[in-house]
Nanobody, 124 residues
Framework: QVQLVESGGGLVQAGGSLTLSCAAS????????MGWIRQAPGKEREFVAG????????YYADSVKGRFTISRDNTKNMVYLQMNSLKPEETAVYYC?????????????????WGQGTQVTVSS
């Protein structure tokens, strides 16, 4: 079992940067693939980025490639999402999620562990 708590959300101007953090508890964290998923108002949840358990592999939604970076520190049980050049349409609740596999997935229904989410608001 893995518990997840996100932090780092807030208000930022368009073009700005923000780093989200996710603190995980549970001994299994080092063998859990992690991801960031977001949900904008009135829209379905959308995969943003994923990272394998070992950090060897990462995967990004096309819309964030080159601007967002996912990373993890298994010694600290932490996952991060560095977001640059933010756009107003990326205003959403951002969720940290994990799955009981070492392999990344962009399929949201394959994530078994979820945080409570952190709000990111990008002003124009």
């Amino acid at each position: 079992q893995v518990q997840l708590v996100e932090s780092g959300g807030g208000l930022v101007q368009a073009g700005g940067s923000l780093t989200l953090s996710c603190a995980a508890s549970g001994r299994a964290f080092s063998v859990v693939a992690m991801g960031w998923i977001r949900q904008a108002p009135g829209k379905e949840r959308e995969f943003v980025a994923g990272i394998s358990a070992s950090s060897k592999f990462t995967y990004y939604a096309d819309s964030v490639k080159g601007r967002f970076t996912i990373s993890r520190d298994n010694t600290k049980n932490m996952v991060y999402l560095q977001m640059n050049s933010l756009k107003p349409e990326e205003t959403a609740v951002y969720y940290c999620a994990g799955r009981r596999s070492t392999v990344i997935t962009d399929k949201i229904n394959e994530y078994e562990y979820w945080g409570q989410g952190t709000q990111v608001t990008v002003s124009s």
